[in-house]
C-alpha cells in the first residue's frame, strides 16, 4: 500500500493477505478490505493528492459489499 495511513489500518484490522486495488495511479488509488472489529466490516479506502473525493462508479462497478452509495 502506497498510504502509510492506510497501511496501518490493514495492518490493525485488515482481514487478509492484502487490500483488493480497484484504482491506482499517482495521484489517487481507491482500494476495499475487509476489517474486524467485533465483527467483519467492509472498508473503502481512498487516497487522493488533490481532492478527496472517490470514484464512485468505480466503486458501484466492482461491488464492494457494504458500500452504500
Same mark, same amino acid.
Given at each position: 500500500?502506497?498510504?502509510?495511513?492506510? !497501511?496501518?489500518?490493514?495492518?490493525?484490522?485488515?482481514?487478509?493477505?492484502?487490500?483488493?486495488?480497484? !484504482?491506482?495511479?499517482?495521484?489517487? !488509488? $481507491?482500494?476495499?478490505? $475487509?476489517?474486524?472489529?467485533?465483527?467483519?466490516?467492509?472498508?473503502?479506502?481512498?487516497?487522493?493528492? !488533490?481532492?478527496? /473525493?472517490?470514484?464512485?462508479?468505480?466503486? /458501484? /462497478?466492482?461491488?464492494?459489499?457494504?458500500?452504500?452509495?
Amino acid at each position: 500500500m502506497n498510504s502509510l495511513s492506510s !497501511s496501518l489500518a490493514f495492518k490493525a484490522f485488515g482481514d487478509g493477505d492484502e487490500p483488493e486495488y480497484i !484504482s491506482q495511479d499517482l495521484y489517487y !488509488s $481507491t482500494f476495499c478490505f $475487509t476489517a474486524r472489529f467485533k465483527q467483519l466490516m467492509p472498508v473503502v479506502g481512498i487516497r487522493h493528492m !488533490s481532492r478527496f /473525493k472517490p470514484d464512485v462508479q468505480l466503486i /458501484k /462497478k466492482h461491488g464492494i459489499k457494504g458500500a452504500n452509495w
